[in-house]
């Protein structure tokens, strides 16, 4: 999860044809105040570089900057860049691009993130056929896979192969890809209790993964334990420091804020940051000038977390901005995620994170159907958005009817979007209880921070306000006395944490400078230098905590998004053969066996493929009803076997939740969500 601020955004460069991203149908925007079309209607200079190819600051990067290939998907990435933005792979240095001619551009109506991972994959896929009952099949995927993965560019091939080939034994290493240890160290596991039961609730008719599974921590660590996998869960034994946690102090909470593209997300924590004092006046000033200057007036407050100047440009979140403010209960991690459908994968990294989320909806005429109805089957990013957060582990949700000011405050708007959306949240999986319903307007900050002072809102509403709200979300418990569990969403360095340093949330165990950590997949092991939590230096982190970590003794190729900084004795698996329990969603291609697909697993991205549809399974009782089916259609639960192509670091659901939870998606479009119910075979 790249964050801003610290990187250029990893498409900055790459929008020459974004012209046309905002469908106009999809939005009234007579009903905004000050809305988008007046915006680009008074600017002509952004006007004119969107119809015209390359914005000025697209044009400048493009003429100036160095990029470097991926060798796995072939996305050309920012030169400081450490790992891949789209697939997560360390950087090699043979992959390199000094002649931008030959870089491929990302653009909106042309391949997704996804379809990035894919395209490697699917090249992979036909140099290397991949053995599903073997368990050493990575171990085919050696050299020669990684000379062809991505079809690599053929001017850096042979540059690629020659310095791949000197430096292959340190990268095999590296990537756990040695045969003889992986034949060691993979076994099969035995079926876990898990199998048989049911995981919708009474309430979940249709998402829900998580009934009857006990509480959202490590249970028993069923995976046998070889010497060179550590030891055995139960006989972790957290030492004092660990433990130590001041009770007075508040608690860190991560909420992500979702929403349909444009439904105003940004702009409502840009306004609560301001109103909380997060945001100078002085700051402020500086983004209504330069807002107004680019004819995007109306998206100054949004500008406190869109940072990137092509979302600037654009008027649109492209990667999830991360910024902190307190409640009377928490200290947040705001999580601002994209709305737009190509950039659902850089959402799903935020949820991920995530112990709550606020959806925001559009109560403006016609952009709230937008959101929720959309194009075709599958809606809008409304529904995408709720049921990704909910299958990604989720269970509390404010929704915020945001622009409540277009519609005049309207009890009736609020009341008719309430009613059609709440069936809906509840066939995701969310209970009633757990779900609160505000209504706000971000742009005249009504209901945010305090109760509102429009009388046409007064009149009718006497709730809290989305502060309030927040407040009355129950706090995760953390697991601190669990093993080290660092999910790493980001690799970069940065003057105070060295020239290698991760950040991430720290999922359970604790962490102090000075220890040492295990780096999976890379098996390596590393000094922590520094920590740093909101940019201010710690001296210990514990779970829950959100963390950069400055690492020693290791370089950056051990370091990859989607890796897990790890007790040394007790790694997590790299799986290679997973078990899943999966909920189609409103697909209309049918799954089969041999499907391709994008396996997101919290930060990781890996192409897998479908190697086995096991069983159909009845959508309330769980129980098999048919062995063996040939395909799965829409909104139908199955078990299934997927091999992911690298191998990822996961747990299975019943150890550990949040690096149970797996979201496959295919072509753009999220085509089932699931939890791993065993890990078959492992590196
Ligand atoms: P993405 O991150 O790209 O999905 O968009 P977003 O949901 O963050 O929306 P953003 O904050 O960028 O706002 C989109 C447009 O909606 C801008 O033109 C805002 O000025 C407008 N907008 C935001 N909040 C309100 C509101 O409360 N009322 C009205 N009328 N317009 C709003
Ligand atoms: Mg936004």
Same mark, same amino acid.
């Not at 420091?241 to 105003?264: P, T, Y």
């Not at 690298?646 to 753009?668: A, K, M, P, Q």
């Given at each position: 999860?790249?964050?801003k601020?610290?990187?250029?955004?990893?498409?900055?460069?790459?929008?020459?044809?974004?012209?046309?991203?905002?469908?106009?149908?999809?939005?009234?925007?007579?009903e905004?105040?000050?809305?988008?079309?007046?915006?680009?209607?008074?600017?002509?200079?952004?006007?004119?570089?969107?119809?015209?190819?390359?914005?000025?600051?697209?044009?400048?990067?493009?003429?100036?900057?160095?990029?470097?290939?991926?060798?796995i998907c072939?996305?050309?990435n920012?030169?400081?860049?450490l790992a891949c933005?789209i697939?997560?792979?360390?950087?090699?240095?043979?992959t390199?691009?000094?002649?931008?001619?030959?870089?491929?551009p990302?653009?909106?109506?042309?391949?997704?993130?996804?379809?990035?991972?894919?395209?490697?994959k699917?090249?992979?896929?036909?140099?290397?056929?991949?053995e599903?009952?073997?368990p050493?099949?990575?171990?085919?995927?050696?050299?020669?896979t990684?000379?062809?993965?991505?079809?690599?560019?053929?001017?850096?091939?042979?540059?690629?192969?020659a310095t791949?080939?000197?430096?292959?034994?340190?990268?095999?290493r590296?990537l756990?890809?040695?045969?003889?240890?992986?034949?060691?160290?993979c076994?099969?596991?035995?079926?876990?209790?898990?199998?048989?039961?049911?995981?919708l609730?009474?309430?979940?008719?249709?998402?829900?993964?998580?009934?009857?599974?006990?509480?959202?921590?490590?249970i028993?660590?069923k995976?046998?334990?070889?010497?060179?996998?550590g030891l055995?869960?139960?006989?972790?034994?957290?030492?004092q420091?660990?433990?130590?946690?001041?009770?007075?102090?508040?608690k860190?909470?991560?909420l992500?804020?979702?929403?349909?593209?444009?439904?105003g997300?940004?702009?409502?924590?840009g306004?609560?940051?301001?109103?909380?004092?997060?945001?100078?006046?002085?700051e402020?000033?500086?983004?209504?000038?330069?807002?107004?200057?680019?004819g995007?007036?109306?998206f100054?407050?949004?500008?406190?977390?869109?940072?990137?100047?092509?979302?600037?440009?654009?008027?649109?979140?492209?990667?999830?901005?991360?910024?902190?403010?307190?409640?009377?209960?928490?200290?947040?991690?705001l999580l601002?995620?994209p709305?737009?459908?190509?950039?659902?994968?850089?959402?799903?990294?935020?949820?991920?994170?995530a112990d709550?989320?606020?959806?925001?909806?559009d109560?403006?005429?016609g952009?709230f159907?937008?959101?929720?109805?959309?194009?075709g089957?599958?809606?809008?990013?409304?529904?995408e958005?709720?049921?990704?957060?909910?299958?990604?582990?989720?269970?509390?949700l404010?929704?915020a009817v945001n622009?409540?000011?277009?519609v005049?405050?309207?009890?009736s708007?609020?009341?008719?979007? /309430?009613?059609? &959306?709440? +069936?809906?949240?509840?066939?995701?999986?969310? #209970?009633d209880?757990?779900?609160?319903?505000?209504? $706000? !307007?971000?742009?005249?900050?009504?209901?945010?921070?305090?109760?509102p002072s429009?009388?046409q809102?007064?009149?009718w509403?006497t709730g809290?306000?989305?502060?309030?709200?927040?407040?009355?979300?129950?706090?995760?418990?953390?697991?601190?006395?669990?093993?080290?569990r660092?999910?790493?969403?980001?690799?970069?360095s940065?003057?105070?944490?060295?020239?290698?340093?991760?950040s991430?949330?720290?999922?359970?165990?604790?962490?102090?400078?000075?220890? /040492?950590?295990? &780096?999976? +997949?890379s098996?390596e092991i590393?000094?922590? #230098?520094?920590?740093?939590?909101?940019g201010?230096? $710690? !001296?210990v982190?514990?779970?829950?905590?959100h963390?950069?970590?400055g690492?020693?003794g290791?370089?950056?190729?051990?370091?990859m998004v989607?890796?897990?900084?790890?007790?040394?004795?007790?790694?997590?698996?790299?799986?290679?053969?997973?078990?899943?329990?999966?909920?189609?969603?409103?697909i209309?291609?049918?799954l089969?066996?041999?499907t391709?697909v994008?396996?997101?697993?919290?930060?990781?991205?890996?192409?897998?493929r479908?190697?086995?549809?096991v069983?159909l &399974?009845?959508?309330?009782?769980g129980?098999?009803?048919?062995?063996?089916?040939?395909?799965?259609?829409?909104n139908?639960?199955?078990?299934?076997q997927?091999?992911?192509?690298?191998?990822?670091?996961?747990?299975?659901?019943?150890?550990?939740?949040?690096?149970?939870?797996?979201?496959?998606?295919?072509?753009?479009?999220?085509?089932a969500?699931?939890?791993i119910?065993r890990?078959?075979?492992q590196?």
């Amino acid at each position: 999860m790249p964050r801003k601020g610290r990187h250029k955004l990893y498409d900055e460069d790459d929008y020459d044809y974004y012209d046309d991203y905002k469908d106009d149908d999809e939005f009234d925007y007579a009903e905004h105040g000050q809305s988008r079309k007046e915006d680009d209607a008074t600017s002509s200079a952004p006007q004119q570089n969107f119809l015209g190819g390359a914005s000025k600051a697209g044009e400048t990067a493009l003429g100036e900057a160095n990029l470097w290939r991926c060798s796995i998907c072939t996305y050309d990435n920012p030169e400081d860049y450490l790992a891949c933005d789209i697939c997560g792979v360390i950087r090699h240095p043979s992959t390199r691009v000094d002649q931008l001619s030959t870089a491929v551009p990302f653009k909106f109506d042309g391949p997704s993130p996804d379809d990035k991972v894919l395209a490697g994959k699917q090249r992979n896929a036909r140099s290397v056929p991949v053995e599903v009952s073997s368990p050493s099949i990575l171990s085919k995927t050696s050299l020669s896979t990684m000379e062809t993965k991505g079809g690599v560019n053929t001017s850096h091939s042979s540059k690629l192969k020659a310095t791949l080939e000197s430096k292959a034994p340190a990268r095999s290493r590296k990537l756990g890809y040695d045969k003889e240890k992986k034949i060691e160290s993979c076994h099969v596991i035995k079926p876990s209790q898990y199998e048989g039961e049911s995981y919708l609730d009474d309430g979940m008719k249709h998402m829900s993964l998580d009934n009857n599974l006990q509480d959202n921590g490590i249970i028993n660590h069923k995976i046998e334990q070889s010497s060179n996998k550590g030891l055995p869960l139960d006989n972790y034994k957290p030492e004092q420091w660990m433990l130590e946690d001041n009770e007075n102090e508040k608690k860190l909470f991560h909420l992500v804020i979702v929403g349909h593209v444009d439904a105003g997300k940004s702009t409502l924590m840009g306004r609560i940051l301001h109103l909380l004092g997060r945001i100078s006046q002085k700051e402020m000033h500086k983004h209504r000038k330069e807002a107004n200057e680019m004819g995007k007036g109306s998206f100054a407050y949004a500008w406190a977390l869109d940072e990137g100047s092509e979302e600037r440009a654009r008027g649109v979140t492209m990667t999830v901005a991360m910024k902190h403010f307190e409640t009377k209960k928490f200290k947040v991690v705001l999580l601002d995620a994209p709305g737009h459908k190509d950039f659902i994968p850089n959402m799903i990294s935020g949820a991920a994170q995530a112990d709550a989320a606020v959806l925001v909806v559009d109560a403006s005429t016609g952009a709230f159907e937008a959101g929720f109805e959309g194009q075709g089957q599958v809606g809008g990013q409304t529904r995408e958005h709720a049921q990704l957060v909910k299958s990604l582990g989720v269970n509390q949700l404010v929704v915020a009817v945001n622009k409540m000011d277009a519609v005049n405050y309207s009890k009736s708007r609020f009341n008719q979007i /309430k009613g059609s &959306l709440a +069936p809906f949240l509840k066939q995701c999986g969310f #209970k009633d209880t757990a779900i609160l319903w505000v209504p $706000v !307007s971000g742009i005249e900050a009504q209901n945010l921070v305090t109760g509102p002072s429009e009388t046409q809102l007064t009149s009718w509403y006497t709730g809290i306000n989305l502060l309030d709200a927040i407040d009355t979300l129950e706090p995760p418990v953390r697991l601190t006395s669990k093993p080290l569990r660092l999910i790493v969403a980001e690799v970069f360095s940065k003057i105070t944490l060295g020239p290698t340093a991760v950040s991430g949330k720290l999922e359970s165990g604790a962490v102090k400078v000075g220890t /040492k950590v295990l &780096l999976m +997949p890379s098996r390596e092991i590393a000094r922590v #230098k520094s920590l740093e939590q909101d940019g201010e230096s $710690v !001296s210990v982190g514990r779970a829950g905590d959100h963390l950069d970590v400055g690492l020693q003794g290791v370089d950056a190729g051990a370091l990859m998004v989607g890796g897990v900084l790890c007790h040394p004795d007790y790694p997590v698996p790299i799986a290679t053969l997973l078990e899943l329990k999966v909920l189609t969603l409103g697909i209309t291609v049918p799954l089969l066996r041999g499907t391709q697909v994008v396996l997101h697993a919290h930060h990781a991205k890996d192409p897998a493929r479908i190697a086995e549809l096991v069983s159909l &399974l009845d959508l309330k009782t769980g129980a098999v009803i048919r062995q063996s089916p040939r395909c799965l259609t829409a909104n139908q639960r199955a078990v299934i076997q997927v091999v992911p192509e690298r191998g990822v670091c996961v747990e299975e659901y019943t150890n550990f939740r949040s690096l149970g939870r797996i979201i496959l998606r295919d072509g753009g479009k999220t085509v089932a969500v699931g939890v791993i119910s065993r890990i078959i075979s492992q590196q």
